[in-house]
């Protein structure tokens, strides 16, 4: 997938590599050595050292492909419409996502067609797809007459944009009710939670609305596609959607909860649920730092011959809590009064490098470097030190560390 371009004179050997990219050191070509998932890995970083000392940083972009098909948050979709729905009645329904990118990604059609039993006769269309503002609904076209026929079994079809396009189905079963003719109303389609991961946190407070009245517009709820992991509490304050616990949610969950009135025959909406993970801030990030030379002491020793622009150490950040937020970083917070030394930041490492060396005028330099988890809802910022010492000052062969 690529090549290494050498420089005369220079050897070069992997640092940091990728179990999915193998670089071959004598041909310094980069291939690939098991399946790529963009999905799951969109970018891969290496790093390569060479000899005479210098750093090479390596990133490598996976293309996307149209490789996932779209998906249905419920293999089967039931939905009561009243016989007294007029032609362009409209019900939403669940539509399907893509976790692919672009027109990969995007859903460019759905397609509805009825299931028959062989010899039966297909009825004329009774209902039809509409696609509004990323909502889907299903549409009344023809009369309905619930004394005929009560119920129709349809085949649900989303296909993406991508080439060839992908296509996937669920089945949409359609009853016909008896007068109440409100169905309840979430006020909204589709709503985004976030979750720390604790249990039984109240994630939100069920408040669909039933324009009936008695029977007709008493609620109740019930979660299809998530049971194991969330529950319904009810309190004097209302219901309210709860956890469970976290070991299948990770790092989301898509799931329905069914409102649906006490009425005869009842009716019922539906709201789809999509909750992040979002892990709560309770550690420090750590500072982690390779040094190059000597590499197995917890100082750095900095040669006669060293010049501006060495690199004397690799630093890089990581955090118990979870993925690091997009304003953390580290910085030399003290000790570098001189500006000897400089710290360059590269991608998701930092580089440690000589900058002014003809300044060092003492044996031992102490850095303290600072570094922010840019988490919420309050980052945390840790610190560590790094002694570094210069031989051409050095009176004694005792270092104190």
Sequence with gaps: IGHLTPENGYSYRLSRGNSKIKFDEETLEFSVSSALDRESENAI??????????????????LDINDNPPKFPLEIQ?????????IGWRVPISGATDPDQGKNGSIGKYELDEIT?????????????LQSDGFVYLEVVGTLDREMRDFYSMRLTASDEGVPELSASCLLNIRILDINDNPPDFGIRQIHLKWNGHKNAKLFLLNATDADSGDNGI??????????IFGILEEKDGRFLVTKNSTKCSPICEFVIEAKDSGIPPLATTLNVVV??????????????RRFYPSDFPFIVVQPEDVNGKTLAILSLTDPDGPLGPSSKIWIDSGND???????????????????????????????????????????????????????????TVIQV
């Design 219 to 228: 609620l109740k709820y019930r979660i299809q596609g998530g049971e194991e």
């Design 338 to 396: 001189q500006s000897i030394f400089s710290l360059i930041s590269r991608q998701s490492i930092n580089i440690l490098t000589l900058k002014n060396v003809e300044l060092a005028e003492k044996e031992e330099y102490t850095l303290e470097f600072a570094a922010n988890d840019g988490q919420g809802p309050e980052e945390k910022i840790c610190r560590r030190s790094l002694k570094i010492f210069f031989k051409k000052f050095v009176k004694s």
């Design 78 to 86: 039931n939905v009561e419409i009243p016989e007294t729905a007029p």
């Design 45 to 62: 970083d290496m790093l390569i050292v060479s000899s005479p000392p210098s750093i090479i940083h390596v990133l490598i972009d996976i």
């Design 117 to 129: 039993v062989d010899g039966d006769t297909p009825t004329p269309p009774l209902f039809r797809l």
């Design 276 to 289: 992040q993970m979002e892990y709560g801030n309770e550690h420090e990030p750590n500072i982690n730092i």
